[in-house]
């Protein structure tokens, strides 16, 4: 079959949108668009003004999207840019030229190009494994998606240590409501940012001289969510700006969603008002994980990867892995990815194998110091002595258990450990190593000191 002209693909997808959205919506806001190219896989689409293009882009960019998909070959995905009305002739623009198109459409400065972060597509609520320790907060964020700017949980406030779920709770939501908003026939615009990006654009703003076009498409939106707050503090003019953003929205009976790593009264150098206003609303902790998230985690990510992998395995992590979902998830795909990759049978000895320096980092850190403290009380010894030149054997025997131990139970190398030890050498340490090795075989009580240390360094 020869290959649709670009003219006349470009008619099919506006009869399309025309259908689909009615007269009056298409002339308002989608007659205007102009193809201005084709760059790679890339389909360019030029509005006059820049406030059209993310309304357009807010609103029609996924189902412009997908007729493009299903129409072009090879479109991948659409770009709104601002640029000439002039409606030109598509074929008649070579590729390189679309790409000129769209620098330049950059160049002219727009601030509020892309203001709105894309979305993690594995970032839904059917993908959240729910606990004990985020059950609030989940729940909170579905109400939300239910129900936005509903009076109570505007605005909703998610906070927590890093990797414990409030991005993945965030975009969760913006999935929920774009779906419900599209079925119901009444899209929502849902922008998503993180504060860092907030600030990027405000300042471009100012520098652009569009402060009033960032106010604009702020102010826009149904749902504004802002990502990781705490970036604002100590930058005051920003705070000021989202603290504006913020009170019209409200005011609007928009919602609002925004995440920290903090409760809004432990945010300290966020400006007051901003801070009460923060808590009005309602507000969620995503609280450390459990032993039993992190094992129901594991069994879902388990499931889904499709791999075979022993409950043992499953325990050995979340045991091991304490720290967030994120080094778990990190983990987990390192192990899955290894089975598949090698088609390997997943056990724990592969495990141990695969993740041993990630595990190793888990463990519970001890430091030399430490070990030299715990020692030193245990052989009634000043702690001086370990670092000390003297050769006694009741203050030599005690130093050569502190650095046996630092060898078993930190990462360090044998020169670092000698370093610890008053500067001594590394094979001083290979030679404490080896003799207390020999002196544990040799004598119980010894080895049962030994052991008794090692054991209260470790919990
Ligand atoms: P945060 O924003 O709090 O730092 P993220 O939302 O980015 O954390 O989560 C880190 C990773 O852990 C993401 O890949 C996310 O999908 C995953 N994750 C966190 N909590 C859960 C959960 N309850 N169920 C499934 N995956 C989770
Ligand atoms: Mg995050």
Known sequence: MEKPQLATVWARIRGALQAEVGETEYRNWLKPMTLAGISGDEVLIALPTAFMRDWVRNHYGAKVNALWEAEWEEARRVNFLVGDATPAEPETIPERMAGVVRAEADDKGDPRSEIAATLDPRFTFDAFVVGKPNEVAHACA??????????????LFLYGGVGL????????????????GTASGKPVSVMYLSA?????????????????????TLRGVDVLMVDDLQF??????????????????????????????KSPSDLNGLDNRLRTRLGCGMV?????????????????KAARSG??????????????????????????????????????VITLETTQEVLHDILRAHDRKVTIEEIQKRVSEHYNIR?????SARRARAVARPRQVAMYLSKQLTTRSLPEIGRKFGNRD??????????????????????????????????
Request: one cysteine or more; proline letters at 2%; hydrophobic letters at 45%.
């Open 142 to 155: 579905q109400r939300v998606a239910e129900q936005p700017a509903c009076v109570g949980f505007n605005p």
């Open 165 to 180: 779920g409030k991005t993945h709770l965030m975009h969760a939501i913006a999935w929920d409501l774009t779906e419900r």
């Open 196 to 216: 860092e990006k907030f600030m990027y654009r405000f300042i471009a703003a100012i520098r652009g001289h569009q402060t009033i076009q960032f106010k604009e």
């Open 232 to 261: 604002l503090i100590g930058k005051d003019n920003t705070q000021e700006e989202f603290f504006h953003t913020f009170n019209y929205l409200v005011e609007a009976g928009k919602q609002i969603v925004i995440s920290a790593d």
């Open 284 to 300: 969620a902790n995503l609280h450390a994980t459990t032993f039993e998230l992190r094992i129901s985690i594991l069994e879902s």
């Open 307 to 344: 791999v075979p992998i022993p409950a043992k395995v499953l325990e050995y992590l979340a045991h091991k892995i304490t720290s967030n979902v994120r080094e778990l998830e990190g983990a987990f795909n390192r192990l899955v990815a290894h089975a598949n990759l090698f088609g390997r």
């Open 383 to 387: 702690q001086t002595e370990m670092t």
């Open 426 to 459: 590394h094979t001083t340490v290979m030679h404490a190593v080896s003799r207390v090795n020999e002196l544990m075989q040799a004598d119980g009580d010894f080895a049962e000191g030994v052991e008794l240390l090692r054991r209260m360094l470790e919990s």
